[in-house]
């Protein structure tokens, strides 16, 4: 009998999801050639990201990287650029299941809008994808950064793929020229870091911080100038590519501008695994003390300043795109306050952080895809053109309703927990101020929601019934599942992230 | 069993929404069974009370009927189910309420019967769940299940004003409700129990110190049930709430919602925070005893006679909140007297839970014949409409605390019961109950004597429908009014556990 697992290879099987989109990708662009028939390659683009998440189950499966991860040191592979813990495999699945949902909601739109680029639009999903996928998968902060710039690069374009409309247009450049500072900025942080630790190892560098490496000995564990300014790089690269505040300038105008798809897919995706990077980076490698209580702070008043100005902003919006930009921006702020917590309790920080992501995701693409078949439909992207659909497609407003409801944070949906673990994490760190904060612009978010719910239940409308398709009444219901589901049968998600928090440090 | 009383209404809910909603009357056949059939339940474990094993583990101590299994293990938050004379009265109450509420409706209710019965079931579900559970995660999911059904039902089916009263209603409670959780988080984290079990937690942090944070812990558990009482000054969602919902909702926001409130601070602030309590009572009574007698004035200066009751709910719930405060000051000392002020504090949660119900319906009784609430615009209605008006007159004199009616057994043990902790400053409280009888007497006077008018000649007197619902909580009111015995029994255990505890915080 042949056994499996000694005939293949650990450091293949732990980068299998990557393999696995990467081939897609190829696969698609070939196919993309010959084929005139682009709706059908579209499946092939869903087929081999549902491949790619069920192989994440078989990576974690492997025995020899479980073991590893049992004994509570992950396997590193690839010239220790790659690795298999808890942590990777969780980021992955949630990534991946992001793409599925945009590629599944998308397709209408694509069809209509996009004849043009019609495969181009789910390749550069792919590339993105994959660019995520290395970004959370690596203990390197060279891994970290070209995973960065992979998913940034090919996110310009996809902001900017509506080429006629010039709205698209400016989204496409605005968040090019403003991500090309942040990703500078960003990488000039990484170079001081190296230059103070002589070493791009995240763990590597936290041995080097709390004194063991040959530039911090000298100065002793302290923070110096360089340190600091490095520091502070850091936060304005991550604080821009998840929109906290005040690098939040350019999300309203992106999310309003790039095609509603495009919007569903930034507004879940990037900001995961940036919050993913950033845990990785100040957890795994500024985690020591006397830097955690700066950076600690520093995020916690971010947080604070997300949620409030995000949430007020929101109550002033009447485009429900940008509505929703502004919301994201609060959602941002509600995880950076489990990023704060991170640094002082870092495992419930780390879980209230992952189960959040995972949270908000599935949520805001459940909102998304109704707002990406409004926009299809009739380019309704008005608060008021939400007007009686109750009436007039009941699924998307009861599921809409459900979604705030869950963003909100009420149970009994995803959102709640995903509230409720942050509180913990807050509470547990000491940052009761912040839970209270965060309480009070919950209740600050239900205006602009409110306002939403009340036209499409209260208000009547002519306009007739909307046919539902097929693909966004199934991105919709996959959501609504999601939401209840994720709620009930919590214990193997939140013990999931549990242990995914624990191999982090 | 008490699952079963909980989902069982959800179940149905389900159901229905595969039913055509042409179909009016099968949808309230299936709402009468969906709320029906937990009542019956719950009468089954009336007659089981005495007999049922009194659970000695430590997530669920005095308790009966419990059920217990693992939810989010990580975090120990288990499916923990089971009552005490609290929750099981509460739970006897709003199983009556329900299918009455649902009979309420019928014919009432002419627009979308389809959703409004379902949302009907959905509250059903969540009421119930925050009466019978005893861990705080599953105690928030159902305490905020109750809110969004709410909001619609009155924000759809209600009057005038009705999405202003909503919102209102709903951001109220939303507030009170997040800070609340924050404020159990806290709880959670700082004694490190690592369970969300409300007794288990109990036991721990009723040894907490009185500091800065256990007080903001206590008054933002405080709050987020005094809002839902409501006690003053977080009272003043109710009036809008009332005077713009339909009838059978009135009487559902009274009967049973204000009482998740109550129900929550017997079994969740004050048992986990009794050295705070104890230490706070003085302002707690303070805030009570406005509320009666602020709320008896308000009532009397209405000109709508459905504001007039809503504020009426005011009044007496502060009677509650006055029981309470003297039985988290009194236990320290005395026990015995404690257990006074609280169970005549709780069953004036229960008597009101009965009362203003028939009184919200008798309102709606007037309205529907006459279309207006406008007291100067009622009279002689006596003459016009006999029956109907002697059912008013029985349930305004219940109301107004006439002895030998259940309203009035609970407010004169409040009263009894507070003095030792609180002195003459009772008095205060005895002047609202006093007010409240003047504007009872005063609103009959208007409405039910004097001539006839000719407008409202040949309104038709009360139907089976209306018998039907008044006939039992008539009977009830009676009943406790005279033999309230089987209550106080069933209230005693929970209130010796629940004073012995709050015994415990003040040394």
Redesign the interface.
Known sequence: MLNWSQLVNPSYVAVLPHLIVTATLLVVILLDVWFKEKRSLVWVTLGGVVLAMLSIWYSASDEQIRAAIAAGKPLEFWGDMIIADGFTFFMNGVLLGIAALVILLSGDYVAKFLRGAHMEFYEIILAVTLGMMFMVSSRDLLTIYIGLELSSISSYVLAGILRKDPRSNEAGLKYFLTGAVASAVLLFGLSLLFGVTGTTRLPDIATALAGGGPVVAAAGPALTPLLVAGMAFLMVGFGFKIAAVPMHLWAPDVYEGAPTPVTAFFSAGPKGAAMAAILRVFVGGLGVAPFTDKWTLIWAVAAAASMTLGNLVALQQTNIKRMMAYSSIAQAGYILVGVAASGLQSAEGISSVLFYVMAYAVTNLGIFAVLTHMDQEGGWVEVDNYKGLAKRNPLYAWAL?LFF?SL?????TVG??GK??L??AA??SGY?WL??LM??N??IS?GYY?RVV?VM??DASDDPALTPSTGISATVVLSLVGVVLLTIF??PF??WT?QSAALLK | MLSLIIFVPLVFALVMLFVPKTQERLLYWLAGIGTLIPFVLALVLAAQWPTAEVSTAPYAQGMRFVTHV??????GVHYTLGVDGFGFTMILLSTLLFPLAVLASYKYIKDRVKDYLILLLILATGTNGVFATLDF?LF??FW??V??PMY?LI??WGGERR?YAA?KF??YT??GS??M??GA??L???TGVGTFNLLQMAAATAKLPVTG?TT?AFFALLVGFAVKVPMFPFHTWLPDAHVEAPTPISMLLAGILLKLGSYAMVRISHPMLPQVAARYADLVFVFGVIGIVYAALAAMAQKDFKKQVAYSSVNHMGFFIMALAAASKLAPQSPELAQVALQGGYFVTIAHGLISPLFFFAVGMFYERTHTRDLTKLGGMFLTIPVVSFATAFVAFANLGLPGLAGFIGEFISLTGSYPAFGLWVLVAGAGMVITAAWHLLTMRNVLLGEAKPEYRGLADITLKEKIIFAPLAVLIVLFGVYPRPIMELLKASVEVLTQVMGLGGM
């Open positions: 309703l409801v909100i944070g009420i149970p009994p709640f927990l409720f673990f509180f913990r509470a547990a009761l839970a209270v309480a009070v919950s209740v239900v409110y009340k239940f209260l919590a214990n939140v013990q549990a | 693992p939810w989010i293990d990580a975090i995660m928030y999911v905020e299940i809110l969004l619609f924000g759809i999405e919102i709903f951001l939303l507030i997040t800070i959780l924050v988080i806290y959670y984290v700082v944070l903001f």
